[in-house]
């Protein structure tokens, strides 16, 4: 992996360390740690001032796909091809819980405080005290066998599970009651967890696969394996384009203040400014 200046594209740190492909990074809320998970099924924490690599969460059975930190990052939840979503303790490099057994690889995760309606259940054991943050958060599970799961973080118990048109690749929160997920086909639902029977919307602009959801403003972005990348605002009606790709998959999308960031199978990582918005 490696850290950019992004207001010049130097490459600032090179942090080494997986076998494999490495499938997703981010930066804990103090921009100084690194928190990654690859194919080699371990999670590793890093070092973004030095490189170095003091923690390497190890126990998955399966290549690690998505990482999720838990509020200011003592704790994290990975999801991995063996079907399982994993609560670690970053001091301890320890595993707190399998939060959930699905049978299903699961692509992506996200973590959310669910709105006070919602039944989180309760935890059948007092929990860790080593477990920091878990209370309220509900961790959705997009799996590979076309289910979209809610599992509450603390209580470790299903809130509910929507079947989708095809495999789940990423999801997210739009608020404390309502989701998006994407799936293989290009759907994109908009979910109400109070009442996750029928769509409150479903979105669909092309049959490729949609790979990554971010929440923007008062809308979000969305990246196809198309090499589409597009932000749709909340009313539907305002949508805009982030040209360039030409065909290739836009694998993820990030963001830092009016800048938008898009990673793509071409190797390129494009700058976006979208002030105007």
Not at 57 to 66: A, F, P, T, W
Not at 110 to 119: E, K, Q, S
Not at 168 to 178: K, R, T
Request: proline share 4%; net charge negative.
């Amino acid at each position: 992996m490696k850290i950019w200046q992004t207001n010049n594209g130097e490459a600032r740190r090179t942090l080494e360390g997986h076998v494999y492909d490495v499938n997703v990074c981010r930066f804990f809320p103090s921009g100084l740690v690194v928190l990654s998970g690859g194919m080699d099924a371990q999670v590793k924490i890093w070092s973004a001032e030095d490189a170095s690599c003091p923690v390497t969460l190890k126990g998955h059975k399966g290549g690690i796909l998505d990482i999720a930190i838990v509020d200011r990052g003592r704790n994290v939840v990975s999801s991995s091809r063996d079907g399982t979503a994993r609560l670690w303790d970053c001091g301890k490099s320890a595993c707190l819980a399998e939060v959930a057994n699905c049978g299903s690889a699961i692509n992506g995760i996200a973590l959310g405080t669910a709105d006070n309606t919602i039944n989180l259940g309760s935890p059948k054991e007092a929990p860790s005290e080593r477990e920091i943050g878990t209370e309220g958060k509900l961790l959705l599970l997009a799996r590979e066998d076309g289910k979209l799961q809610g599992v509450s973080l603390q209580s470790r118990q299903p809130v509910f599970l929507y079947t989708g048109s095809d495999a789940f690749n990423c999801c997210m929160f739009l608020s404390s009651v309502y989701v998006l997920a994407g799936t293989q086909d290009g759907n994109i639902y908009h979910l109400d967890v109070r009442n996750p029977n029928t769509p409150v919307q479903t979105v669909h602009r092309s049959g490729a696969p949609v790979l990554s959801l971010m929440a923007f403003r008062d809308g979000y972005i969305a990246s196809q394996g198309d090499g589409s990348c597009f932000v749709l605002q909340q009313d539907m009606d305002h949508v805009i384009e982030l040209a360039d790709p030409d065909c290739d998959p836009v694998y993820k999308v990030a963001s830092w203040e009016k800048f938008v960031y898009t990673c793509c199978r071409d190797g390129i990582i494009r700058k976006y400014q979208l002030s105007d918005l």
